[in-house]
């Protein structure tokens, strides 16, 4: 497990390297990934985050997220992860990335450059138990209204995602990605 994340400046250039719960005590903006993996029907992945997460359990999020190794790619690094969480190894690309601030009732905040990666992949995964309890697949506009109705439901990158940058998930639906 990772327990270092790359800090990073508002153009993402690396300024140092600090401890995972460090940089999110101290908000520091630092490197970080989020995986969408589409099945053949153009249904989202999201996974239920388990009960041991340090922030945000038992929330509904994307595939995948993390941070990134310092001297691995980013999507190197996504690609690990993808598979130590859900069991999937497939090819991912960076479609977009965005910074995003939020903080916890823990005392802790997300202060991160989000690397945003979409994959396709159409078996079921298999859990990683101190990552997700649950998992399902749902269509980006089914997922959109229960994002507007349950948002209690989601994590924060997840709503930020969804509120911000849906016209990627529409350009994946039409097939202009």
């Known amino acids: 497990m990772n327990n270092k994340v790359i800090l990073v400046d508002l153009d993402n250039n690396k300024v140092g390297i600090e401890d995972k719960i460090e940089a999110h ?6 490197r970080a990934f989020s995986v969408f993996i589409f099945n053949q029907n153009k249904e989202i992945l999201l996974q239920k985050r388990s009960k041991n997460k340090y922030h945000s359990a038992l929330l509904w999020t994307n595939t995948c997220c ?4 310092d001297g691995l790619s980013t999507i190197k690094c ?17 479609i977009f990335s965005f910074i995003y601030k939020e903080s916890f009732a823990n ?4 202060y991160e450059y989000d690397h945003v990666f979409f994959g396709e ?16 697949w749902i269509s980006i506009f089914e997922l959109k209204s229960d994002i507007e109705q349950n948002p209690s439901s989601y994590t924060a ?19 202009n990605l």
């Open 25 to 30: 005590k101290k908000s520091l903006l630092h």
């Open 66 to 69: 993390s941070h990134p190794h």
């Open 78 to 94: 996504a690609e690990i992860r993808l598979k130590q969480e859900m069991g999937i190894e497939t090819k991912i690309k960076e």
């Open 107 to 110: 005392g802790l905040t997300e």
């Open 121 to 136: 992949y159409s078996k079921d995964p298999v859990l990683n138990p101190d990552e997700a309890c649950d998992y399902k």
């Open 157 to 175: 990158w997840l709503k930020i995602i969804f509120n911000k940058h849906f016209k990627y998930f529409e350009s994946y639906e039409n097939n």
